[in-house]
C-alpha cells in the first residue's frame, strides 16, 4: 500500500502567505522520495483546533498515511487540552507526523516507525515544540494587547489598518461579475460581510 503525504500549508491571516513554504516542503518530500502528495492550504488561526482545511486532511488521511508540515506550529498553536485532543485524532487515524525543521519526526518516514523508542522520543520532541509554539502566540497576543492599550492611552490607536489587496481582490470580482456574494466570499477567503462593505464603498 503506498503512503501517502498529506501537506498541510497554513497562515493565520488573509493577508498573510499560506503557501511560503510551498518550496522548502515539496523539496523535502521530493528529497524523501514521497510520491503521493496531496496538499490542503488555508489562512486560519493555528490557535483554533476547528479548520475547515484540517478537517479534511484529517477526514481523508488513511492509516499509515503522513501529516507533513514545515514547523510544528504551522499544526498546532493550541492550548494543552485542545493539542491533546488533536494527537488523540491523529492517533485514532493512523497517521504519522514529520515536520520538516523537526529532525526527530523523520523517523516516521522510516520502515521501522513502529518502533516504540522512535515514537516515544518523537511524541516528546513534539509536545515539547507544540507547548513553545502555544507560548509564542500567547506571549505574542499580550504584547500586542498591551501596545493596543498603551496606543489608546496615548491616543494614536487608530484601528487595525484595512487589508487593500483583499478589498481590490473583491472589487475585481465584483466589477467582473457573475458572481454571488457568497462566491467572491469564498474565493477571497472572507465574510460576505466584507464583500457587502467594499460594493458600498465602490457605489459611494
Partial sequence: MNTTAHIYLRASTSDQDATRAL????????????????YYVENFSGAKLERPELSRLLSSAKKGDLILVESIDRLTRLPAAQYEELKAIIAQRGLRVVVVDLPTSHGA??????????????GLMMDIAAHYAHEDYTKRRQRQSQGIAKAKEEG?????PADTALRDKIARYLVKGGYTYAEIAKLCECSVGMVAKVKKLMSE
Avoid at 23 to 38: G, M, P, S, W, Y
Avoid at 156 to 160: F, I
Wanted: hydrophobic residues 35%.
Fill in 23 to 38: 518550496q522548502t516542503v515539496n523539496q523535502f518530500a521530493e528529497d524523501h522520495q514521497l510520491k503521493n502528495v496531496v
Fill in 109 to 122: 518516514l522510516k520502515a521501522s516507525a513502529d518502533d516504540r523508542v522512535i515514537q516515544l522520543i518523537n
Fill in 156 to 160: 494614536k490607536y487608530q484601528g487595525r
